[in-house]
């Protein structure tokens, strides 16, 4: 492939037109660049996102009661109702797609005003109770000690774990908090661990990092809750949708409490199946809209080396004659142009390739520092804009292929060239 | 004839250009022995480069039969065509064709890199030709730093290399002048002289009176073919490589 007479005519050819030659390639190097740039962010983008969100559990749903919208038996329309304690057990026996069940209680009337006291400290907190499946559906890492277990359910512990934010306020920098006692809305609690969420991009009425979570029964019977549950989350066993599991579950909670069956809107639900499907397709169009408009530009690229190997043909027919005349072959000719174009090609690109990563790299960095200079809990949207080895691998073939394919017409119109007439070609 | 190395048949030719057909060639026969050295003259328009052309591989005919060196010249693919090129003919040119970007070393290397003759082996063999057409100090000199009568000889070089049967020189003292004219006539004798065969298409009397045989076409056909009884072989003994 190194031929140093072929390499010499390409050489020369780009130095006699240097601005030419210059303003071609910057074509395909901006076709190039802008894919890779765009790319890049669309990455960040899905980064940014899922990473927020990749660990919640993306077969699961929630749902709480509202007002019901129809009269049924003997009901006014707009009551108000609520789940209890049987309802889950119900719907544990009777829907056979529900794998685990997580039922909470959302503390608002306990979680008014100073409302947590520890020593001199005090604080405002959302309590939550929670059941340790909670942990399934939205999963927490834990920076000291434990979830809440089955034990705490059982014996209703006064135990308790709370948010990142919480451990700040209440405790001592590096202080050990496993064992402390906590008085939360006026009752002692004894913090047994420090969770941190592994989804900070979906929060569920409440900052989780300003959470305390106590177990589920402790907080019925501490706060007068009696058997209620404020709404709870699920998930479906493999092989079950959740949006038909939530159908099942949905019909069953409405016969238990005398709620009309096609009374929609008694029952508030959210489907992480289905939000998750609605991002994987808002991504996938994303990711379109990019290659198409990327290699839009790249075509206009291509066009334009096309174009200006068209006249550098039409400069060099008489040359093209000359060798034709002394025995080149049709290919040489040919191989000759396409190389001209596949390098002019490549070398623009693989310019705009290197650029573009710098840009990304230049952005993931500038994000990085302002990422460590932001509040733990802030959520973050964009991350790691990158693009991997296989687009940047995909990226060179589409080039060379383009490169190949705008030289095509060019060295068809040098292979049509009669040898006489481009001597004649005075 | 055992010994022909171009056989031309009642060649025919024409130009078809829109609806007018040019009938250029109206039956030429022609037949050029080896080591021959033949003028082919005309005024314009008397078809004479049309006929070099087809001799040359560059063009078609319509009718009649061309054997080159005993093998029948058909319509062929262009690959073909140009192997043969490479292999039996050498050009020479009126206005000398020398590629531009390339000095008088690679000039005259081109038609063995056609070959895929290696690059160091090439230019050792285009050495070697520039030396006996005295040019081998300005091997390394682009076509523009030489006088037309050096560019001419770095063409003939070229010619030369790839050890043609035919040199088909077009015009090839056309744009030099007499001094030089003469000279490049004494190298194309001396190739002469080495049994290559050559044809030289010129309207200049003094030139066509140097070779063996002048052809005269006029209308498309041949008009004489006769014996040129002036004709001497004998090379002014030392002009060559005492020049320069």
């Known amino acids: 492939m190194f031929d140093k007479d072929r390499w010499q005519e390409i050489f020369i050819a780009i130095k006699q037109n240097k601005l030419r030659s210059v303003l071609t390639a910057f074509g395909v190097f901006w076709g190039i660049f802008m894919l890779v740039v765009m790319t890049g962010s669309g990455n960040g983008l899905v980064n940014g996102v899922t990473q927020g969100t990749a660990n919640f559990a993306s077969n699961s749903a929630f749902m709480w009661t509202q007002n019901t919208t129809k009269p049924y038996k003997g009901f006014r329309q707009g009551r108000w109702w609520n789940f209890n304690n049987r309802d889950m057990e119900i719907i544990r026996d009777q829907v056979p797609g529900v794998d685990v069940i997580a039922p909470r209680l959302q503390g608002w009337d306990v979680s008014q005003g100073e409302n947590v006291h520890r020593g ?67 009752v002692y609690f004894q913090v047994v661990g420090v969770f941190r969420t592994l989804n900070p991009n979906i929060q569920l009425g409440s900052n989780k990092s300003e959470s305390i979570y106590v177990p589920f029964t402790t907080m019925q019977q501490v706060y007068n809750y009696g058997d209620r549950v404020h709404y709870f989350g699920f998930t479906a066993k493999d ?67 096309s174009n200006i190997m068209v006249v550098v043909v039409k400069e060099r027919t008489k040359e093209i004659g000359i060798q034709r005349a002394i025995g080149a072959r049709p290919w040489t000719i040919v191989s000759q142009i396409l190389t001209e174009s596949v390098f002019l090609t490549t070398l623009a690109g693989f310019m705009g390739l290197s650029l573009g990563t710098l840009v990304l790299h230049g952005v993931d960095t500038a994000l990085t520092h302002a990422q460590a200079s932001m509040p733990a809990d802030e959520q973050v949207f964009f991350t790691n804009p990158e693009i991997g080895v296989t687009m940047a691998v995909a990226s060179l073939i589409i080039l060379i292929i383009t490169g190949l394919i705008a030289g095509l017409i060019p060295a068809q119109k040098a292979v049509r060239i009669k040898p006489i007439e481009a001597l004649r070609h005075e | 004839m055992d010994n022909s190395i171009i056989r031309v048949e009642t060649l025919h030719k024409s130009y078809v250009n829109g609806s007018n057909a040019l009938h250029v060639l109206k039956g030429v026969d022609l037949d050029i022995r080896q080591g021959e050295m033949v003028s082919i003259m005309g005024s314009s328009g008397s078809g004479k480069s049309t006929l070099l052309n087809i001799i040359g591989i560059l063009d078609n005919y319509d ?51 056609y070959q895929k003759v290696s690059r160091k082996k090439r230019n050792m063999i285009a050495l070697e030709y520039l030396e006996k057409l005295g040019l081998r100090e300005w091997a390394h000199h682009l076509p523009s730093e030489l006088s037309g009568g050096q560019k001419q000889r ?91």
């Open chain 1, 120 to 186: 001199l400290r005090s604080g405002s907190f959302t309590v939550n109770g929670d059941y340790p499946a909670y942990n399934l559906i939205d999963p927490s890492e834990m920076i000291h000690g434990r979830f809440i277990n089955e034990m705490d359910i059982h014996l209703r512990r006064k135990v308790c774990i709370i948010g990142e934010r919480v451990y700040e306020v209440m405790f001592e920098r590096g202080e050990d908090p496993v064992g402390q006692y906590m008085k939360v809305s006026g």
């Open chain 1, 239 to 305: 092989g079950h949708s959740v949006a038909e599991t939530a159908e099942q579950v949905m019909a069953v909670l409405k016969n238990n409490h005398s709620v009309a069956p096609d009374d929609n809107d008694a029952i508030g639900h959210f489907n992480v199946e289905e939000m998750v499907r609605t991002m994987t397709y808002l991504f996938l169009g994303i990711n379109m809209l990019i290659w198409i408009v990327g290699i839009g530009t790249l075509i206009a690229g291509a066009v334009g080396i």
């Open chain 2, 63 to 113: 009718a009649g039969a061309y054997y080159l060196d005993g093998i029948k010249i058909e319509k062929m693919s262009e690959t073909r065509a140009a192997r043969f090129r490479n292999k039996y003919i050498g050009f020479v040119f009126q206005s000398f064709n020398l590629i531009s970007f390339k000095n008088a070393m690679e000039n005259v290397a081109l038609p063995l890199y």
């Open chain 2, 154 to 244: 770095v063409a003939i070089a070229r010619s030369l290399i790839s050890k043609p049967k035919v040199i088909l020189a077009d015009e090839p003292t056309g744009a030099l002048d007499s001094v030089t004219s003469e000279e490049v006539m004494e190298i194309l004798k001396e190739v002469n002289a080495t049994g290559i065969s050559i044809i030289i298409v010129t309207h200049e009397n003094e030139i066509a009176a140097q070779t063996q045989r002048i052809i005269r076409l006029r209308d498309g056909i041949i008009e004489s073919n006769e014996v040129n009884h002036n004709f001497s072989n004998e090379v002014s003994a030392g002009v060559l490589l005492e020049q320069r």
